[in-house]
C-alpha cells in the first residue's frame, strides 16, 4: 500500500512555533551533513537569533508528525544581513528542505512563499546565491524562474548568483 502523500503547512515562522532547537538542526542537517559548510562555520552562521533577524522566516511542518521539513529567509531590502540586492530589493537566503521531504515539491512551495512575500514587500526583484556544487537547487531556482546573472567569490567559496523580477 502507498503511503498518504505528504502535506505541509507553510507560513511565517512565528505562526508555525519554530524553536531555535529546529532552525539549527535543520540547518545544520542540510549544510554542514550536505557538505556545503564546516561546522566551525555553521556556529555563526546558523545563530537562530541572528537567522531570525535576517528577515521574513517561512516555515514548513509536515502535516502528520508536524515536524520542521524546510525553511527560507526573505530578506527585505532595509535587512543589514542584505549583501546583493539594491533598493526596492529583496534576497532569498538559506533554502533548505531536510533530505527525506526533498522530490516532493516542497522546496518549490517554499521559494513561491518566498516570492510571495517579496512581492507583498512590494519589491520589484529577489536575488539568491547558490554554491556552484549546489546543481538540484539551481535546476530548482532555474525552474521557477531565476535567471543565472553572474558569478561570485564570497569567503574562499565561489558562488553562482541568481535573480527574478518580481
Known sequence: M????LEYEIAPAEMLDITDLEISALL?????????????EAVALFEPTEVRQRGVLIGARENRYS?????????PPDSPSRRLAGNNEAELH???VKPEY?????????IEAAIDKAH???CSK???WTQLSMNAAQRLYESTGFHHTGNMERNGRD???YERDL
Open 159 to 161: 558562488f553562482k548568483v
Open 94 to 96: 538559506l533554502l533548505s
Open 126 to 128: 529577489l536575488i539568491l
Open 28 to 40: 545544520t542537517q542540510v549544510y554542514v551533513t550536505g557538505g556545503f559548510t564546516t561546522p566551525d
Open 67 to 75: 515536524t520542521l521539513a524546510g525553511l527560507v529567509i526573505v530578506v
Open 2 to 5: 502507498a503511503s498518504p502523500p
Open 102 to 110: 526533498r522530490k516532493h515539491g516542497l522546496g518549490r512551495m517554499l
Open 120 to 122: 507583498c514587500l512590494g
